[in-house]
């Protein structure tokens, strides 16, 4: 995706209060049981459907009543209409839901989205839904020590002794996994000493080749197996590792791993930033802790070959130690840029020495700054670098963290880390008791896995702008990071537009004001929001604003941020919709969306959420609109409001 920025923000504060009409309770009646209804239910298959996870080839279906016809006559025409989606969808099976007369249908080869429309189309279908797949919110996985990863939850807990935490100086983790704890598709290099064989938090979530492959290191090649789970550049000759990860330097390796990707959810132990993911362990601290630039380079050629050979999707690496305090390498320099060709983002720990990296570089972390120059003259930025510095549980940076104005990008929770060590245990590793940048840096590289988990698309640039744009500011930090700013992981799996400046105030009825209402009229529980576009605006609340788009620009995207209020039952949905105008007729529609609290929706774009049928990218105009409508589904009764809108249009 290219470069985005924002050329027009508006921020509507409106109400929609819609008049919910209660609907007449149905009993579930009679029907001809499809042969394949006994067979077991297939329900752990998931999909995407407007941003949401459903039931795979599933929906929920309720056929209009026929209140004129006897209840054999009023059966019979409602087993015709099931006998005729069971043709036409190719269903596999089907069963009465709930006790309104609602139907399940799993059909055999048709998605949840061709599902939603063609049954709609129907003139006897009253809804139809997707079965959506819900979980609690507040995601809290029940590892048992979850409490000391005050990096993840901070609720003012006391840690190792210390003083109490400030509640909610943490990364966001919670809120965060509401939306996605992680996946094996992105695999993260962690370059370091070694794991503990056989942890059992880290064993499930270590990267296994799936494919024989082969490397040229040094000038030796090396045969990879299937199963392959990282790189040795100490042991000589390196090898291809496969179950020999020992960690060989007091749990070092084991500890980063532990803060990335400690399984989650699985009753033992600790859990990492990602429930689920894939870490690629290669060795190259030795048990001194000792670490040779050549060695580092190595490593990270092997990351880059692996990614090249098709056996190892790297999306990122983890470097939680430094080279030198004095002269930057040339050859580790070379490397790290032939990473960010590669689309790897490198994220290094910035230094514990409580030193400005400004005036005393710290390498690699330096190869991050803008301003970085080898002795020469010439450039030494290698812009998939992230320079880490740490942070305390009051959200206040450590006295022995490096920093740097323009050197050193973001803070991260790096004191009294507790996390995986060796023997299988769990602690506050060595004697500064897990403090150090090098417990900071694979918080932010665990936050950027997550992050691809939910927006794969993104690349190298855009995701460090991602992680970059969405930190939380804290007085600690300005002035002595680039940011300014305490990573949150959270705001970065929520927000997916990068590389932006937010200008506030502009669209046609400028910031704060309500916009003016188009055919108001209220909401009623029998509007049928999938079939009946033609009079949509005419049954409910809509509103519809201009932005002025610069000459030459194109729309790349919009994103709507709503803070909604009511009561939406099980079995009624709050939504809107989206259309884009030009001229002020419409030219797309988006798909209906689910209301939520507090949820951002993106229209367009590497991570469109919503699968909406239009490219904004299409529209190129002077004269183009957004209009946004409230209504609603189903069966219930109550209110709700849109009481906070912000929509935010980007350009390339």
Not at 197 to 202: A, M, T
Request: proline content about 5%.
């Amino acid at each position: 995706m290219s470069l985005l920025r924002v050329f027009s923000v508006s921020v509507i504060l409106f109400s929609v209060q819609a008049s919910m009409i209660a609907a007449t309770r149905e009993h579930a009646q009679p029907t001809t049981i499809d042969p394949t209804i006994s067979a077991p239910w297939k329900q752990d298959a998931t999909e995407r459907f407007n941003g949401a996870d459903v039931v795979a080839r599933q929906v929920i279906v309720k056929f209009k009543a026929l209140p004129d016809l006897s209840k054999a006559y009023a059966a019979d025409a409602r087993q015709h209409s099931i006998s005729e989606v069971v043709k036409n969808e190719d269903i596999l099976r089907h069963r009465p839901v709930g006790g309104t007369g609602a139907e399940l249908f799993e059909s055999r080869s048709k998605d949840v989205g061709t599902l939603v429309n063609e049954i709609a189309s129907r003139g006897d279908v009253e809804y139809v839904e997707p079965d959506y797949r819900g979980r609690q919110l507040d995601t809290i996985p029940n590892d048992p020590f979850f409490g000391q990863l005050w990096a993840l939850q901070n609720t003012g807990q006391v840690i190792d002794n210390t003083p109490p935490g400030t509640p909610g100086a943490d990364i966001g983790a919670v809120k965060a996994w509401d939306i996605t704890t992680g996946s094996t598709a992105n695999v993260v290099a962690i370059i370091d000493s070694g794991i503990w064989p056989g942890h059992p938090d880290l064993v499930n979530n270590l990267w296994s080749s799936p494919k024989a492959f082969t490397v040229n290191i040094g000038g030796t090649q090396f045969n990879c197996v299937v199963g392959a789970e990282g790189f040795d550049t100490l042991d000589k000759p390196e090898s291809c590792l496969t179950s020999n990860l020992a960690d060989n330097f007091n749990g070092h390796g084991t500890f980063v791993a532990g803060i990335i990707g400690a399984k989650g959810n699985n009753s033992t132990g600790i859990v990492g930033v990602n429930w689920i993911t894939s870490m690629m362990i290669v060795r190259a601290i030795s048990s001194s802790g000792g670490l040779n630039t050549s060695d580092a380079i190595d490593a990270i050629n092997f990351v880059i070959q692996a990614k090249q050979a098709g056996a190892a999707n790297v999306r990122a690496i983890n470097a939680s130690w430094e080279t030198s305090d004095f002269l930057p390498s040339q050859a580790l320099f070379n490397e790290i840029t032939a990473a960010n060709s590669n689309n790897i983002l490198f994220v290094a720990a910035a230094g514990n020495s409580g030193n400005n990296n400004d005036q005393n570089p710290v390498w690699p972390a330096n190869f991050g700054a803008p301003s970085c120059k080898f002795p020469g003259g010439t450039s030494c930025y290698a812009p998939n670098v992230v320079s880490v510095a740490m942070t305390d549980n009051q959200d206040l940076l450590d006295q022995a963290s490096d920093y740097g104005p323009t050197t050193v990008h973001l803070g991260a929770p790096g004191v009294r880390i507790f996390s995986t060590v060796l023997n299988n245990g769990y602690d506050f590793l060595g004697p500064t008791r897990g403090t150090g940048t090098s417990a900071a840096a694979p918080q932010v590289t665990g936050s950027a896995a997550l992050v691809l988990s939910h927006c794969p698309g993104l690349n190298t640039a855009d995701l460090k702008a991602d992680i970059l744009n969405t930190v939380d500011l804290k007085p600690s930090l300005q002035g002595k990071t680039i940011t300014g700013g305490r990573l949150n992981v959270n705001s970065a799996v929520r927000y997916m537009w990068t590389g932006t400046t937010k200008l506030a105030g502009a669209g046609a009825n400028g910031g704060g004001t309500e916009p003016p209402w188009v055919n108001p009229g209220n909401v009623s529980s029998k509007t049928n929001y999938a079939t009946d576009q033609a009079s949509f605006t005419q049954l409910d609340k809509a509103t519809q604003f201009g932005f002025n788009v610069p000459a030459g620009k194109t729309i790349e995207g919009i994103q709507v941020s709503i803070v909604a209020s009511g009561g939406c039952g099980p079995r009624f949905a709050c939504l809107f919709q989206l259309s884009l105008l030009k001229n002020g007729t419409v030219v797309g529609t988006s798909k209906s969306t689910r209301v939520s609290t507090l949820t951002t929706y993106i229209f367009g774009g590497p991570c469109d959420l919503w699968g909406a049928p239009f490219a904004p990218g299409d529209v190129n105009t002077n004269s183009f609109g957004v209009a946004i409508s409230a209504f609603h589904s189903g069966v219930g009764g109550g209110l709700y409001s849109m009481d906070d809108v912000q929509i935010t249009v980007f350009t390339n």
